[in-house]
């Protein structure tokens, strides 16, 4: 198994403006020591680390912190991509092959359409050149400009973390515009979903109906073999832990046949990112 999504910081280093007081109980560190025992627990023997604050530096310290951590297999960095210097940055990062991808934080960005911008240009057109994948960290506001994108960079693979982050819990139902928005991304070969991210969108109190609709329509939209899983952790924490969100992931592609979940569990990530064996 990999899990196709996972953090670790150290906040005296003192450049992540998040996490912070307002979600107390993931306001520390965490590092390999705090997940190791987890993976081992479930199962999960290779992990994606993703940057969880937009500076270069962070990605060197992942990166460092990756080449003494055998479990982790690939990391995503980040990158101004439309930095005059970004395509000599990048190619600086992607020295260590531990680099798989980069995540430019568009939920932050209060520009919608910022990724589409001239000015990113010749690093996206970089990235798809020398293998990097995008990962896409959105909200449902962002779906056609995702979509735009794509279609302009046939040849960077992007995947969308957290289903894009729609609106879940309380009865509220797959709103059309998300659903056609995921279909329309669906439709394009370089797109991938990742699952997960869904209980913290909903919060503490989750119940397990209230996620089973969004599940099912990326699952039949992309297929097995463009869905992966991830943990999130240790955001998830926020709204319960790493055991009870795979075991409810499992219950959600328990549609699947043996070879369909593999590929969700594990096949589908080692694709996407080009990761190697453990």
Not at 87 to 109: C, E, V
Not at 152 to 160: C, E, F
Not at 183 to 211: D, H, R
Not at 230 to 245: H, Q, R, T
Request: one cysteine or more; glycine letters at 8%; hydrophobic letters at 45%.
């Amino acid at each position: 198994m990999i899990d196709a999504h996972q953090h670790f910081w150290q906040l005296g280093r003192g450049d992540y403006d998040w996490p912070n007081e307002s979600v107390a109980p993931i306001n520390r560190d965490f590092g390999p020591d705090d997940l190791g025992p987890l993976l081992s627990a479930a199962g999960v023997r290779q992990t994606v680390l993703v940057q969880a604050t937009p500076t270069v530096a962070e990605t060197q310290f992942l990166l460092n912190l990756a080449a003494r951590t055998p479990f982790v297999a690939g990391v995503v960095g980040w990158v101004d991509l439309t930095a005059p210097d970004a395509i000599a940055t990048i190619d600086a990062l992607r020295r260590d092959s531990m680099l798989k991808g980069l995540r430019p934080m568009l939920q932050s960005i209060q520009d919608t359409d910022w990724i589409l911008q001239p000015a990113a240009e010749a690093a996206l057109r970089h990235m798809a050149a020398v293998g990097l994948r995008f990962d896409a960290l959105i909200q449902p506001r962002h779906l056609d400009a995702m979509a735009r994108l794509a279609r302009r960079h046939p040849d960077l693979a992007i995947v969308i973390d957290h289903l894009a982050k729609p609106r879940m819990g309380q009865g509220i139902l797959p709103d059309a515009a998300w659903l056609d928005g995921m279909t329309a991304l669906a439709e394009l070969p370089n797109v991938w979903c990742k699952l997960s991210g869904m209980i913290t969108e909903i919060g503490p109190g989750w119940q397990p109906e209230e996620l089973g609709a969004h599940a099912a329509h990326v699952l039949a939209r992309f297929g097995a073999s463009r869905v992966m899983w991830g943990s999130d952790w240790p955001v998830v924490n926020l709204a319960g832990n790493y055991a009870d969100w795979l075991s409810m992931a499992r219950r959600l592609t328990s549609g699947l046949s043996p070879a369909e979940a593999s590929m969700v569990f594990e096949g589908t990530a080692r694709a996407f990112y080009g990761l190697g064996r453990p």
